[in-house]
């Protein structure tokens, strides 16, 4: 109840006792009812107002937690706008690795990683690639590896039991390097092995030395 209908009220409850100075019992307890139902509404009205201004402080609290958290949003979204348009460095080549354009490449010789027309790696493979290993997970931990491997343009004979071709060879050796570096705890979700053959030559075919660099494995990390 309103504060203009209490102050009425009470004056009606002052009219009525000066009325009733001289008045009967029923008119006393008239008037002690009305005076009861005055200081209940009172207090109706006391606790209203006191609800009213908590809600209001409830208000007030929500809308400064809702700026806060604004503030926060409009925070967050300008780091991440800065982390689109600046993309964070790539890893600089670890030692040995060549730069490239699209990443960082590493190459073993074959006659390094196995035996002649064999696919399984030697104990000196095994040295050389325990520092590619490494490399991966601390230089290039978790970027894409592709593993390729190729081999010189001479037919397979002594080994044609095994190898249907080059290719075939050239697969297997691949394969036996990505296993490897599974072993070592490469995620295997992140390599691709990859099979070329007698293509791709980095020299000529026609002296031993050429051939030599030819038979090879590449590691290649993909930067881009």
């Given at each position: 109840m309103g504060l203009n209908r209490l102050a009425g009220l009470g004056l009606v409850l002052v009219a009525v006792a000066f009325s009733a100075l001289g008045c009967c019992d029923p008119e006393k307890k008239q008037i002690a009812a009305l005076q009861a139902q005055y200081n209940?509404?009172?207090?109706?009205?006391?606790?209203?107002?006191?609800?009213?201004?908590?809600?209001?402080?409830?208000?007030?609290?929500?809308?400064?937690?809702?700026?806060?958290?604004?503030?926060?949003?409009?925070?967050?979204?300008?780091?991440?706008?800065?982390?689109?348009?600046?993309?964070?460095?790539?890893?600089?080549?670890?030692?040995?690795?060549?730069?490239t354009p699209f990443g960082d490449k590493i190459t073993v010789g074959s006659d390094i990683l196995f035996a002649s027309g064999k696919a399984t790696?030697?104990?000196?493979?095994?040295?050389?690639?325990?520092?590619?290993?490494?490399?991966?997970?601390?230089?290039?931990?978790?970027?894409?590896?592709?593993?390729?491997?190729?081999?010189d343009?001479?037919?397979?004979?002594?080994t044609k039991?095994?190898?249907?071709?080059?290719?075939?060879?050239?697969?297997?050796?691949?394969?036996?390097?990505?296993?490897y570096l599974w072993s070592k705890g490469i995620n295997a979700e992140v390599i691709e092995t990859i099979a070329m053959g007698s293509t791709h030559f980095v020299a000529g075919n026609s002296d031993k030395a050429g051939k030599a660099k030819n038979r090879r494995v590449e590691i290649f990390v993909v930067k881009k």
């Open positions: 209940d509404l009172s207090s109706q009205n006391t606790d209203l107002r006191d609800q009213v201004a908590q809600a209001r402080q409830r208000q007030s609290d929500l809308l400064s937690q809702l700026d806060a958290k604004d503030s926060e949003l409009a925070r967050l979204q300008a780091e991440l706008a800065s982390a689109k348009a600046t993309p964070p460095p790539k890893p600089a080549a670890a030692a040995g690795w060549v730069s790696l030697t104990a000196e493979g095994n040295s050389a690639l325990a520092k590619i290993a490494n490399d991966l997970k601390t230089t290039y931990a978790g970027l894409p590896v592709r593993v390729y491997g190729f081999t343009n001479d037919p397979i004979l002594k039991n095994l190898w249907t071709d080059n290719l075939d060879l050239s697969a297997n050796r691949a394969m036996a390097v990505t296993r």
